[in-house]
């Protein structure tokens, strides 16, 4: 591992292991919702626990057990809200769920995407549309390291669960947000998100990671943030040339948005309480009261002066504040501060 101060990185290589033991004895199978029989497991229980499924398999049936993925993927298949089923007692909710997808099944009569982890009894991960795009996360690794041959990535974060797949790569150069007295070192980087489950579409976006506090922001020229629908076909050689293009750019305009995120030391934001409402609303990651807005409040209160606050410490408290987060909501605020350090210095 490479150390520095405030920032701990891996190699790229970490994350064939973690992929591997996270990732082993995966298997597909596509059959109409007639060979799904949905039965109660535990009726004590709420959410995936209650249910199983049992799947035809020529004369014999598997026995599956539910994520809250594929749970939530079968009530959206049979048009009704997740949550209705823990509303219900258990057998009532069954029967509807049951009714529900044999409608669908008699008028449609298609196939569906299951996939599946483990012997008997397997998890069932996903349930999806015949006409789902599989870019599993080995082959989403494998373009990662065909697109940095010629780079030196390293790891600055990575997740790896059921349902997602997030890396976080940086470049070893560092950028300097501070003065040459008082450095503040950045690294430049690409962030890649995508879901074996359809939990999330396919992403890659450029980022800039502070060192001393292991904040972001994330960015992507127009039209660049790639491949956002689970459903567009996507082969390996454009899958590698968009993650190349990205890394090429976050080493391009990495220096410019470092240099726009220290200019923003100099310029202070008189009303911070009605900047953070605009924000939240411009960007759409939440209310004036709700936890958001809170806690960036919170992480403000030391920074406030007669002048206000600096625009660098308001990005800082969102930045701050969505290291905190879900891998989702975190990937709003950081691209939230991404266009409004953009959006604001156009206009400044």
Request: proline share 6%.
């Amino acid at each position: 591992m490479a150390r520095r101060p405030g920032l701990t990185t891996m190699p790229l290589s970490i994350v064939q292991s973690i992929l591997r033991k996270e990732r082993s004895d995966l298997s597909d199978v596509y059959a109409p919702l007639r060979d799904l029989a949905v039965e109660i497991a535990n009726p004590a229980l709420c959410g995936p626990e209650r249910f199983q499924v049992q799947l035809r398999r020529g004369t014999s049936m598997q026995a599956l057990r539910l994520t809250s993925t594929s749970l939530e993927q079968l009530c959206g298949i049979a048009g009704m809200p997740v949550n209705f089923l823990d509303r219900m007692p258990p057998s009532l909710g069954l029967s509807v769920l049951r009714s529900l997808l044999s409608a669908v099944d008699l008028a449609g009569n298609r196939p569906f995407l299951l996939r599946l982890k483990g012997r008997p009894p397997s998890l069932l991960r996903a349930v999806l549309p015949q006409s789902f795009v599989r870019i599993d996360d080995f082959e989403v690794y494998s373009a990662i390291v065909c697109a940095a041959r010629e780079t030196s990535l390293r790891v600055a974060s990575l997740v790896v669960n059921e349902d997602l797949f997030f890396l976080r790569a940086t470049f070893r150069k560092p950028l300097n947000l501070g003065s040459s007295r008082s450095p503040d070192e950045a690294f430049p980087g690409i962030d890649v998100v995508t879901s074996e489950t359809g939990a999330r579409p396919l992403e890659v976006r450029q980022c800039l990671l502070r060192v001393v506090c292991s904040n972001g922001v994330t960015y992507a020229e127009p039209g660049r943030r790639a491949l956002r629908s689970g459903r567009t076909r996507v082969d390996r050689p454009v899958l590698e040339e968009s993650l190349r293009s990205a890394l090429e750019s976050s080493m391009s305009s990495g220096p410019r948005i470092a240099g726009l995120l220290a200019e923003s030391r100099s310029r202070f934001i008189p009303n911070p309480a009605e900047e953070i409402e605009r924000i939240l609303h411009r960007y759409r990651i939440g209310s004036s009261r709700g936890r958001i807005a809170r806690w960036v409040s919170h992480e403000l209160s030391r920074k406030v002066n007669l002048l206000g606050v600096e625009k660098f410490e308001l990005i800082q408290a969102f930045s701050a504040v969505a290291r905190g987060l879900e891998p989702s909501d975190r990937a709003k605020v950081e691209d939230a501060m991404g266009a409004y350090l953009l959006e604001t210095t156009r206009k400044a």
